[in-house]
């Protein structure tokens, strides 16, 4: 990833005096010498630097009234030589002191048709199950899957988006029998993690693995001397802090308009696991999906 100031394209000679100085300072020091289309780009940016940030290029070029082209000019004009890499080198300066993975990554677009999102969200979803295939392995499930089983309590932990992949692992593991938990209020999580016994699992669910709430769960979790799983990515507090991870790749940015592939990746994780608990015990959950089915079916 490109650092602000540094060059970008090999094939896209750039003035350093431009790119040495931050993104909203360079742009206004270029404006002098861009054509109008791309002015009415430099003010527009200088004026909503964060929206900005928010769109993609077809948006920016429809909110300044002009065209991607002149967009693609404008960029060039500042030394940088993708669009992408314009978006990053003025979130760097909009938001500085924040680390790279907090920065914005969202590409947002007025009236979408709905053909084009059905076929980018499946395209996205393919890419992340492709990606998960090759952060999960099968030796992590299968200990994860023995420890549950074996437990005398799964205590499940997650806020936000995490929090309801773990409501939905709870639900899983209610039906076949194996004692969970889940409390959706992050406080009342934190206090039940303190007061777990030495024979319960802990599973934490974090995208970021930063947060400080699950942090403190992870930590209190090891002193009353549980087995500690996380769902997390890959370099992050959280996986220094546990005995098992199970890594989901990294799809999304901290900073972003919804929990999307991050919650898709972790639901496919809880059901990867829950198919390998299921089948190490089958004539038991058999037995007991039959008992709620019955107790459940003359309510619907």
């Known amino acids: 990833m490109p650092k ?16 040495q100085n931050t993104a909203l300072k360079g742009i206004k020091a270029a404006i002098p010498n861009l054509a109008d289309a791309e002015k009415r780009i430099a003010d527009f940016v200088l004026a909503s630097p964060q929206k900005a940030l928010h769109l993609n290029i077809n948006e920016l070029a429809r909110q300044a009234q002009t065209s991607p082209a002149a967009v693609v000019r404008f960029c060039r004009h500042l030394g940088i030589g993708k669009y992408a890499d314009f978006k990053l080198w003025l979130a760097r300066d909009v938001y500085r002191g924040w680390d790279e993975k907090s920065l914005p990554d969202l590409d947002l677009e007025t009236q979408t048709p709905g053909a084009r999102a059905i076929r980018d969200t499946i395209a996205a979803v393919r890419r992340t199950m492709t990606s998960l295939s090759q952060t999960l392995t099968p030796e992590a499930i299968e200990s994860a899957a023995v420890h549950i089983r074996s437990a005398g309590l799964t205590a499940l932990f997650g806020i936000g988006a995490s929090g309801l992949v773990a409501a939905d ?18 406080h009342a999580q934190i206090t039940a993690s303190c007061a777990l016994k030495p024979t319960a699992v802990a599973f934490i669910i974090s995208y970021s ?9 992870a930590y209190q979790s090891r002193q009353q001397g549980c087995y500690t799983i996380a769902m997390t990515t890959a370099q992050n507090s959280l996986k220094g802090l546990v005995d098992l991870v199970l890594e989901i790749p990294t799809v999304e940015r901290i900073y972003r ?8 990746s972790q639901l496919a994780t809880i059901d990867v696991l829950f198919n390998v608990i299921v089948s190490n015990d089958i004539d038991n959950v058999i037995a007991a999906l039959d008992r709620s089915m ?7």
């Open 257 to 264: 308009s919804a929990a999307e592939l991050s919650r898709i």
């Open 294 to 300: 019955e107790a459940t079916h003359h309510f619907e």
């Open 169 to 186: 692992f709870h639900q899983k593991l209610t039906r076949i029998g194996i004692p969970s938990f889940y409390l959706f209020d992050v």
């Open 209 to 217: 693995g930063e947060t400080r709430e699950m942090l403190e769960v």
């Open 4 to 19: 602000r100031g540094s060059t970008v394209s090999d094939d896209n000679p750039q003035d350093e005096s431009k790119v």
